[in-house]
């Protein structure tokens, strides 16, 4: 598969990312794709809090950013482009709790790719990208056999969409 450009992957993320109803129920969206790393970003709701004395939000939302993340990190990655990725093993080592009212990002990259299966690491932050609440691994189905070229097609009515 030929080397997707900034826009393509962007439209790619976007397009899968809106078929994905737990994801689009959290507010998870794209952030930025800097090169092969994705970001993307869970904003702040107060019904998203696990514990209402710290204002800590729930763990389960806080998977859902990272398995959305990593996952998606696929099409970011040059090797491998827009392709369906289910979820085959992830690990979270929770390192510490988000501040209460801030937006957690998610940044993931792919750093092996096999026949059939794509490992991804990635980790969540509030502020700092030097201070993260978890870190993630895990692996991937690669599917190649499910053609999402469809995916790169600009939508009708809509203009090119930037996330730096």
Request: hydrophobic residues 40%; glycine residues 10%.
């Amino acid at each position: 598969m030929p080397k997707l450009s900034h826009s393509e992957k962007v439209r790619a993320v976007e397009a899968i990312s809106r078929h994905i109803p737990h994801a689009n129920l959290l507010g998870i969206r794209l952030e930025r794709i800097d090169g092969e790393e994705l970001t993307m970003k869970m904003p702040y709701r107060d019904e998203l809090v696990g514990n209402p004395e710290t204002g800590a939000i729930h763990g389960g939302a806080l998977t859902v950013l990272l398995d959305q993340a990593l996952g998606i990190a696929a099409i970011c990655c040059d090797r491998v482009g827009p392709v369906l990725t289910p979820t085959l093993d992830l690990r979270i080592d929770h390192l510490g709790r988000a501040p209460a009212g801030r937006d957690i990002f998610a940044a993931a990259r792919v750093y092996r790719v096999t026949r059939r299966v794509l490992f991804i690491a990635g980790f969540a932050y509030c502020d700092s990208r030097d201070k993260p609440i978890a870190r993630a691994t895990g692996s991937w189905v690669l599917m190649p056999e499910l053609d999402l070229a469809g995916l790169l097609e600009p939508p009708q009515g809509e203009g090119p969409v930037s996330y730096t």
